[in-house]
């Protein structure tokens, strides 16, 4: 069978695919156009993308019979996949869910404690050389030791993220899910209702839902108004999530503290009205860059695509 891998990867991800299938490796690491994605569609057996190849309706429709009976994501989102139109197409998706989940809830932790201490407005400081020395009124952030954590989507991201909060920080857990959700091992953790309520009773809040139709903007302007002002706003799920224009306004307005973002709405592009603000940290997708991270995650990816090959049930389908 022949396999299309749309970006380069870890060595040996390449070795346990090169060692079950014919491999086209392309060299770029920019998203594959659409001339790309279809041409891929119509000459290979298994399709290998990752964030950014938009493998949307309109590609699908332009393939009538296309070669390809898979598309093996490399990533636990798939938002960049029209899964209904690839089904309709005979394509199966699989992910790579579980192997992200650590490294992409350290991300988090990451950001709230740069956030919450200034840690990036002080490292610019200092870099600029406008640094005079100590004083006890410098850069005063917020101790997140003992504070509310409101988190949005409790799956394993967010459970991941939870267990370090409570039992690292002490920091008093609450969640908002659509799924109902037993955590024995988050005993302190608070289930609420009703998303505004808990908007307006945590100091820090951490977006960990999968993006989708129905989570696209579930934090706009009256949400974020929602928010206590010295709270802060991280996102480490999907860009489209948080409509970024309502983000700028209510950081412009002062209704929330700051922010941390890995991900961006129209990514890569990210705003210059967040790039110019001092209490916005911002990382370049960093959640899952890692590089035993991301190996296990092409490894995932092959293992779907030899179950797939030797006609067994797909280990991650969606």
């Known amino acids: ?40 569609l119509m ?25 390809a009976r898979l598309l093996a994501n490399f990533g636990v989102g798939y ?19 579980g192997a992200v989940t650590d490294a992409t809830a350290d991300i988090a932790l990451t950001l709230m404690l740069m956030s919450a ?46 267990r370090r909060a409570q039992f ?14 037993s955590l024995p091992d988050l005993p302190g953790a608070t289930a609420e209702s009703d998303l505004h309520t808990m908007l307006g009773a945590v100091d820090m809040v951490v977006i960990a839902v999968p993006a989708s139709p129905q989570t696209h903007h579930l934090i706009g302007a009256p949400e974020l108004a929602a928010m206590q002002p010295h709270a802060h706003l991280v996102n480490i799920a999907r860009g489209d999530i948080v409509d970024e224009a309502a983000l700028v306004a209510a950081l412009d307005a002062g209704r929330i503290a ?8 129209f990514e890569p592009k990210v705003p210059q009205a967040l790039i110019a603000r001092e209490n916005v940290v911002l990382l370049p997708h960093l ?5 035993e991270v991301r190996t296990q995650m092409g ?15 797909l280990p991650n389908g969606v």
Request: hydrophobic share 45%.
């Open 168 to 181: 690292g920080f002490g920091m008093a857990v609450h969640y908002f899910t659509r799924t109902p959700r």
């Open 299 to 313: 490894l995932m990816a092959v293992e779907n695509a030899i179950a797939f090959k030797r006609g067994e049930d």
């Open 287 to 291: 959640g899952t860059a890692a590089l």
């Open 1 to 40: 069978m022949k396999l299309f891998v749309s970006r380069p990867l870890p060595d040996p991800v390449l070795q346990a695919a090169r060692a079950e299938f014919d491999v086209t490796l392309r060299a770029s690491n920019a998203p594959l156009s659409r001339a790309e994605m279809i041409e891929a």
């Open 43 to 67: 000459g290979y057996d298994i399709v290998l993308p990752t964030l950014g190849d938009l493998f949307k309706a309109d590609v699908f429709n332009a393939c009538p019979t296309p070669r």
């Open 117 to 162: 201490r200034r840690a990036g407005e002080g490292e610019r400081m200092l870099r600029a050389g406008r640094w005079r020395g100590w004083h006890p009124t410098q850069l005063l952030g917020l101790h997140l030791s003992g504070k509310r954590l409101g988190i949005i989507g409790m799956g394993r991201i967010g459970q991941a993220i939870a």
């Open 258 to 265: 700051g922010a941390g973002l890995d991900v961006y709405e």
């Open 79 to 97: 938002n960049h996949i029209d899964v209904d139109a690839a089904r309709a197409a005979g394509i199966q998706v699989s992910n790579t869910p």
